[in-house]
T-cell receptor, first 117, second 112 residues
Framework: AQTVTQSQPEMSVQEAETVTLSCTYD???????LFWYKQPPSRQMILVIR??????QNATENRFSVNFQKAAKSFSLKISDSQLGDTAMYFC??????????????FGQGTILTVHP | DAGITQSPRYKITETGRQVTLMCHQT?????MFWYRQDLGHGLRLIYY???????DKGEVPDGYVVSRSKTENFPLTLESATRSQTSVYFC???????????FGPGTRLTVT
């Protein structure tokens, strides 16, 4: 079974500054995908970024980037130039690429990020 | 409009009543999922389906029933609602291959 842990229940950052959200996971799978989802007050789940475990290069999407450390089973999200619209709950999620758990996302508990003006 | 929809968006029901939450997707995705979201637990998988007429239990299936007679629909039924089933329920879908799931807008269910 997979587990995903987000150790920061809440974070805050000033507008235009940089913040990093932490995520660790535990798995015996060798191939998998990792995701960060954003959930604003509207409750809609929005995909922010994805990372394939077999790729060593860290994924980047505009102001969002990840630091993927496969050996340490760590997958942190960095948000640069934070904007007020980044205020949301952020979830780290894991999905194995094969096997009997194929297709089933496992989520962390979430981190509430507040961006202050 | 294309996408994934859920109905109702809000529901209040009484303990012991049967409730069905609907989920509909227009992408013809093979996989569909039901999650519940509770404070301190993130999202937990209730049931999932790999195709029409193929369903399987997730992490927290007790008290729930699903069916999938058509690819585009995946209803979730609470046969006898309990207060512990008060939660926000999300439906999601995904195509072939291990990729991101697309989520519906959620249903807030309150059991009194």
């Amino acid at each position: 079974a997979q587990t995903v842990t987000q150790s920061q229940p809440e974070m805050s950052v000033q507008e235009a500054e940089t913040v990093t959200l932490s995520c660790t996971y535990d798995t015996s799978e060798s191939n998998y995908y990792l995701f960060w989802y954003k959930q604003p007050p509207s409750r809609q789940m929005i995909l922010v970024i994805r990372q394939e475990a077999y790729k060593q290069q860290n994924a980047t999407e505009n102001r969002f980037s990840v630091n993927f450390q496969k050996a340490a089973k760590s997958f942190s999200l960095k948000i640069s130039d934070s904007q007020l619209g980044d205020t949301a709950m952020y979830f780290c999620a894991f999905i194995p690429a094969g096997g009997t758990s194929y297709g089933k996302l496992t989520f962390g508990q979430g981190t509430i990020l507040t961006v202050h003006p | 409009d294309a996408g994934i929809t859920q109905s109702p968006r809000y529901k209040i029901t009484e303990t012991g009543r049967q409730v069905t939450l609907m989920c509909h997707q227009t992408w013809s995705h093979s996989y569909m999922f039901w999650y519940r979201q509770d404070l301190g637990h993130g999202l937990r998988l209730i049931y999932y389906s790999a195709a029409a007429d193929i369903t399987d239990k997730g992490e927290v299936p007790d008290g729930y029933v699903v069916s999938r007679s058509k690819t585009e629909n995946f209803p979730l039924t609470l046969e006898s609602a309990t207060r512990s089933q008060t939660s926000v329920y999300f439906c999601a879908s995904r195509g072939q291959g291990a990729g991101e799931q697309y989520f519906g807008p959620g249903t807030r269910l309150t059991v009194t």
